[in-house]
């Protein structure tokens, strides 16, 4: 097993009266693919904020590559290197899709050239490349949320999170979306994806975990999970189950 | 020594209900549209010299003309909503802060122009003189006006609970796209937003009238001190432009007493950055 | 607006040339006046730009940091006989140390709260100047009449040299944004006006960026404040810490297009002349017309150009390429 990337212990979240998170503890390898799924609500998108610094945990910790950074502010924690995208699509309107890149490669670059050039080199990668000097408020959705992996690329990152990224891509741009996903991997970087495009979490992952109100209920590779008796019922209800 | 401790707070309580009726108005058209009335100082001023006029020259009283100052700028705030707030509803936030500027420039100028600057006060109103609680006075007009205060912004409390209007009002407050799902029209709640914001502050302005000073720059700090009131209370906050306006008014008072009545403004414009750092939505909002 | 077109570059030398002509051909001092008024406040319309163009901080309590400016480097050279070429940097210094202090408690705050803060800010620094012995309170600060020199920074028998002096501030100040706005300060603030999320998620500590971009505009509109103290050689709260020069300077980056360099340039040349114009034609007899015709203008900007006249006018630019 290679080395430990993420390690998520016992993450415990409340708003107010509603538990979002409920003690739950995971872990990613360097180079794996790890999949969150589970129904809508289920406290997903809370976890990956509580995990990169955009809300403090109630309990528990999260460490990375060994050192602990649950109390770190999101910013710190892009800089040791986790990158994450948002359900909502979060890039810079006034921008071209370069200026955007080159906005999360000042991180490791401080010239404005050399800046350029890693950004230039991403979009490259996310075949981003011909539209570079296109308004960023231009492109279609699916173009956005590759522009948002290139920015989170841009950045240097050595665990990138994804937060829904095939959310609303047509099936052409799902299978696009998946390969530079591949990519991404491939080139050392780990992922760690939330998602509920079965077709997609199927092909790519190389572990599953599911979630539900707020609790992991299952972890394990994609196939065994979807078959898990308690991962259908949390998906569809008693009554299927039952009917089944 | 206590008596003067009571005399603060009486004072405090008497300028801060105004305050608050004046608030009230401002944080409507906030809470509705997310627009910054600049001009709303200088409406109460257009407000203080209706009354002004009134008594002038048709010998009415400021309460009776309460009515009058009401409707006067409920039109005044329709109009200027209509013609050009709604203009840049849609453009650059901006825009939206700066062109309330603009009317708050022509219209103490436009005073300055039609007026003169010089200061104007009502000699005999109605209500005069002063009651004595104990050693404490009490002055006449300006219990008046903050009673009257009161009973106005209880008035629109249960305009916006109760009607159908005033619930379309706070509807549209809450929550923009879901009033327009519903059928609301959001243009037409805008400019009653704007037209009774404008109105409420009107009143205030009779109110004031009955013994303050009546110039046309006179909206300039009344203004500033209801944008700070506001955000103090919570943007769109009914309740909490009410209870901010109470709390200004001892923030001012008390402040000018104990530390140097030159500086009393400065106090109520320090504690409000302090709230907004510790709390930035505000005390309710 | 990183790399210039060459059309661009003709059309800039050309102004410069004739901007540096122009006091040889001026008859008057009025017009010298007024030009010298236009630069000030496109110098502060730049530096306002900064913090708000850039990074989205529309303050409007600039004024504070004019009037800090102005007093620190006359108080410095009335009471210690300091040279105002020293002053108008403790100036700058004092009023960036200022900005940081209010900064901070504002640093969360966006769009209308933080323009609400500044003018609080503004009017706290007004009050208190109008009670402050030290500095001549509402009484106001008169500078001493010195010998005409460039090192006393001090004309008296022309304003050649004054118009001279604020131009060149006015480049400096075009080139310090033109530096930051194509920097990695630039870009950062950008994300910051964009939002929070988007500057954390790329690991920019926001409250870092605010407070650089607030203490830049700080100290270059500190420097303004200096130079109208030289100029006008009297002081008073009333005069250089109201409300209405904060308009102004949003109004001149407003008008010319806040978010990039060459705008505020362009808003003072169309401001400043009309507003100066109307109050020498309109508003001596006190009538406040000249005022009510300024207002008006600031609605009419508001409603049919907000987006300012740089956008127009570099979206002909493109079109007619």
């Known amino acids: ?103 999360g490669a000042f991180l490791r670059h401080a010239r404005n050239g050399a800046a350029r050039a890693r950004a230039e080199e991403v979009l490259r990668f996310t075949g981003l490349i011909d539209k570079q000097h296109m308004a960023a408020t231009a492109l279609t959705i699916a173009d956005k949320k590759r522009l948002e992996v290139s920015m989170a690329l841009a950045t240097g990152p050595t665990l990138l999170m994804l937060d829904e990224a095939m959310a609303g891509l047509t099936p052409v741009e799902l299978k696009d979306m998946i390969v530079l996903i591949r990519q991404v991997r491939n080139s050392g970087v780990t992922l760690v994806i939330v998602e509920h495009v079965m077709e997609a979490v199927m092909e790519l992952s190389d572990r599953v975990i599911v979630i539900n109100s707020g609790r992991k209920i299952v972890e394990g590779p994609p196939a065994e999970v979807v078959r898990n008796p308690e991962v259908i019922q949390a998906y569809l209800g008693e009554r299927y189950h039952a009917g089944r | ?169 706070l509807a549209t407050e809450m929550n923009r796209d879901s009033a327009l799902l519903m059928g609301i029209n959001t243009d037409r709640v805008n400019a009653l937003s704007f037209g009774i914001g404008s109105a409420l502050v009107g009143i205030a302005g009779a109110f004031l009238s009955m013994y303050y000073y009546i110039y046309p720059q006179v909206g300039g700090l009344f203004g500033l001190i209801s944008f700070c009131i506001v955000a103090f209370g919570g943007f769109g906050s009914i309740e909490g432009a009410f209870l901010a306006g109470i709390v200004i008014g001892f923030v001012q008072t008390l402040g000018g007493y104990f530390f140097d009545p030159a500086y009393k403004y400065a106090i109520v414009f320090m504690v409000y950055l302090i709230t907004v750092w510790i709390r930035p939505q505000g005390l309710l909002g | ?135 001549g309170a509402a009484e106001g600060l008169t500078l001493p009449m010195l010998p005409e020199s460039f090192a006393n920074f001090m004309f008296h028998s022309s304003k050649a040299p004054y118009y001279y002096i604020i131009l060149g501030f006015l480049l400096a100040a075009l080139i310090v944004c033109y530096l930051v706005a194509t920097s990695k300060m630039g870009f950062y603030f950008r994300a910051i006006k964009e939002s929070h999320e988007v500057a954390k998620v790329l690991g920019i500590n926001f409250v870092h960026y605010r407070l650089m971009a607030i203490m830049i505009s700080a100290f270059l509109t500190a420097m303004a404040g200096t130079f109208y103290a030289q100029y006008i050689l009297y002081l008073d709260p009333e005069s250089v810490l109201i409300l209405p020069i904060s308009v102004q300077i949003v109004l001149v980056a407003m008008l010319g297009g806040a978010g990039s360099v060459i705008g505020p340039v362009i808003g003072a040349a169309i401001l400043i002349p009309v507003s100066e114009i109307t109050r020498v034609m309109l508003g001596h007899k006190g009538t406040g017309i000249d005022m009510m015709v300024y207002g008006t203008l600031i609605m009419l900007i508001s409603v049919y150009q907000p987006q300012g006249v740089w956008g127009l006018l570099s979206s002909i630019g493109r079109r007619a390429r």
């Open chain 2, 1 to 169: 020594m206590f008596d003067q401790l009571l005399q603060q707070i009486v004072n405090s309580l008497l300028i801060g209900s105004v305050y608050s009726l004046v608030a009230i108005g401002l944080t409507l058209i906030w809470g509705v549209m997310n627009i910054i009335n600049f001009a709303h100082g200088d409406f109460l001023m257009i407000g203080m010299f209706i009354a002004f006029w009134m008594y002038t020259l048709y010998g009415i009283d400021p309460l009776l003309s309460i009515p009058l100052c009401a409707a006067g700028l409920f039109l005044l705030g329709y109009l200027v909503y209509r013609f050009i707030v709604s203009k840049v509803m849609g453009g650059p936030g901006l825009a939206q802060l700066v062109v309330t500027f603009g009317v708050s420039i022509f219209l103490a100028n436009f005073a300055v122009m039609l007026w003169t600057p010089d200061f104007r006060l009502i000699d005999h109103p109605l209500l005069s003189g002063t009651w004595m609680i104990g050693a404490v006075p009490l002055s006449i007009p300006k219990f008046a006006a903050s009673l009257g205060s009161v009973i106005v912004s209880a008035a629109v409390v249960l305009f916006l609970r109760k009607t159908k209007t005033g619930k379309a009002i």
């Open chain 1, 1 to 103: 097993m290679s080395a430990l990337c993420l390690e998520v212990a016992g993450i415990t979240k409340r708003f107010g009266g509603l538990l979002a998170n409920d003690a739950i503890s995971f872990a990613a390898h360097d180079g794996e693919i790890v999949s969150i799924i589970g129904p809508n609500g289920a406290g997903k998108s809370t976890l990956f904020s509580c995990i990169t610094g955009f809300y403090p945990p109630n309990a528990g910790t999260v460490r990375f590559r060994g050192q602990d950074i649950t109390r770190l502010g999101a910013d710190r924690i892009c800089k040791l290197g986790i990158a994450r995208t948002f359900q909502i699509v979060q890039i810079i309107t006034d921008m071209t899709v370069l200026e955007n890149v080159m906005t």
């Open chain 3, 1 to 135: 607006m990183r790399t210039f077109t060459s059309r661009q570059v003709s059309v800039s030398a050309v102004v410069l040339v004739l901007l540096l002509f122009f006091p040889l051909v001026a008859r008057g001092s009025f017009p010298m006046h007024v030009m010298i008024m236009l630069f000030m406040f496109a110098m502060m319309g730049v530096a306002w730009n900064i913090m708000g163009g850039y990074a989205g901080m529309f303050s409007f309590g600039q004024v504070a940091f004019f009037g800090i400016g102005a007093y620190t480097s006359s108080y410095l050279l009335v009471t210690h006989h300091i040279s105002p070429w020293i002053g108008i940097f403790v100036g700058g210094i004092l009023a960036a140390l200022t900005a940081a202090a209010i900064g901070i408690p504002c640093s969360n705050l966006r769009g209308h709260y933080f323009a609400i803060a500044s003018i609080a800010f503004g009017e706290i620094v007004r009050i208190q100047f109008n009670n402050w012995k030290l500095i």
